[in-house]
């Protein structure tokens, strides 16, 4: 079993619809990463967190230590928002441990 | 400012070559740190270093070798290339707090064969 799950594998919506991705962990972790990787590789890091909630545009993500659970929610989802969205924990003190990818495709 | 500077984009190797996967950083950043990226693995941890002087292994380490002789570069040698090391290699850089975003390079995708 991964360290690391992720759910869904794919997900498919349309325009508009709210999205969830979810992130669980079986290891003692110091922080949360949310990265999105585009179709062209390009990765870049959407969200850090240790504790409670963070908001960054249509983007929310939440964590819940205790839980060892994290979600990324996107808010009024557009066909730009199409790509894969990875969780990875910080163990120690900069270990990282990837969960395998959410693909997400948003049709129009 | 760069960013994270990775090179080269691409790169063929025969079985048994040598090479250095480049990574820079003007960010004055702490951490960096190389992936491997695999169909149906995702991202894996090769090496990573939190300061100049200082490396650690990851979850893939074997058949790869790193030095961080300064805070701004972070090279990956492969010693003697073999097929299982055809992949999409990424370096990430941060300030190394539980704030930090990680800054990744666009990465290289090495074929060896």
């Known amino acids: 079993k991964n360290e690391v799950e992720q759910s869904p594998q794919n997900l498919t919506a349309q325009e508009g619809e709210f999205i969830t991705i979810n992130c669980s962990y079986s290891v003692g972790i110091s922080a949360l990463h949310w990265l999105q990787q585009h179709p062209g590789g390009g990765i870049v890091s959407l969200f850090m967190?240790?504790?409670g909630k963070k908001k960054h545009g249509r983007l929310i993500a939440t964590i819940n230590i205790q839980e060892k659970h994290s979600s990324l929610h996107i808010t009024a989802s557009h066909p730009r928002d199409s790509a894969v969205y990875i969780c990875?924990?910080?163990?120690?003190?900069?270990?990282?441990?990837f969960g395998q990818g959410t693909r997400l495709t948003i049709n129009p | 400012n760069a960013g994270v500077t990775q090179t080269p984009k691409f790169q063929v190797l025969k079985t048994g070559q040598s090479m250095t996967l480049q990574c820079a950083q003007d960010?004055?950043?702490?951490?960096m740190s190389w992936y491997r990226q695999d169909p149906g693995m995702g991202l894996r941890l090769i090496h990573y270093?939190?300061?100049?002087?200082?490396?650690d292994q990851g979850e893939v380490p074997n058949g790869y070798n790193v030095s961080r002789s300064t805070t701004e570069d972070f090279p990956l040698r492969l010693l003697s290339a073999a097929p299982s090391q055809t992949s999409v290699y990424f370096c990430?850089?941060?300030?190394?707090?539980?704030?930090?975003?990680?800054?990744f390079g666009n990465g290289t995708r090495l074929t060896v064969t």
């Open positions: 270093s939190v300061g100049a002087g200082i490396t």
């Open positions: 990875a924990v910080i163990q120690g003190a900069q270990k990282l441990v």
């Open positions: 960010m004055n950043h702490e951490y």
């Open positions: 990430a850089s941060s300030y190394g707090d539980r704030s930090s975003p990680l800054h």
């Open positions: 967190l240790s504790s």
